[in-house]
């Protein structure tokens, strides 16, 4: 008698934007309380998002309880699943979780923490700060807005030039 392994879907998703990334979200969630902690009783999870107006998913597969997603789309919010499955593929999915929802970075405004100072001395070692990597899509977005505002630019200095030269000749 072979039966199939079929988790109960994971627990405690949550989803929260990522400060200053405007296209990523950090996920995490834990195992289903019904699951042994045991070494060699793993799961490995799939991950499913997709803006709320959307209706095409887009999966991932992890064997860790976090993930970060990192082509949200910028300003709009998410919805956010995961299902659970035996490590050695001994079974099937679980049902997916309940959904969060979650809408990446907005702000523009500095939070006050980056201008706290601290009164304490201590010995410890500051923690490194992890910088997200840049999307290369946003690289090039910004490069051609800096092009478009160099053109205009030059084409208004130019025209105010030119007013000039005409002004003074006549």
Same mark, same amino acid.
């Given at each position: ?9 994971? %627990? ?5 934007p990522i400060p200053y990334a405007p296209r990523r979200l950090r996920v995490s969630w834990a195992y289903p309380s019904t ?16 803006? =709320? ?55 523009? %405004? ?10 304490? +001395?201590? +010995? %410890? ?6 910088? %997200? ?6 690289? =090039?977005?910004? +490069? ?23 002004? =003074?000749?006549?």
């Amino acid at each position: 008698l072979c039966l199939a392994v079929k988790p109960d879907p994971p %627990e405690f998703l949550s989803a929260e934007p990522i400060p200053y990334a405007p296209r990523r979200l950090r996920v995490s969630w834990a195992y289903p309380s019904t699951w042994p902690q045991e070494p060699h009783f793993q799961l490995k999870f799939r991950l499913q998002y997709r803006p =709320v107006f959307d209706m095409m998913w887009s999966t991932v597969e992890t064997a860790n309880l976090t993930d970060i997603i990192t082509d949200a789309l910028m300003g709009m919010e998410h919805i956010v699943q995961v299902s659970a499955r035996d490590f050695l593929d001994a079974g099937n999915w679980s049902e997916w979780s309940v959904e969060v929802r979650a809408t990446p970075w907005t702000s523009m %405004e500095i939070p006050e923490s980056v201008f706290e100072v601290s009164n304490k +001395t201590t +010995t %410890e070692e500051p923690e490194p700060q992890v910088k %997200e990597p840049i999307d290369p899509m946003e690289k =090039v977005a910004i +490069t051609i807005a800096l092009g478009v505002f160099a053109f205009v630019v030059l084409v208004v200095f130019l025209a105010i030039g030119a007013l000039i030269c005409r002004n =003074v000749l006549l």
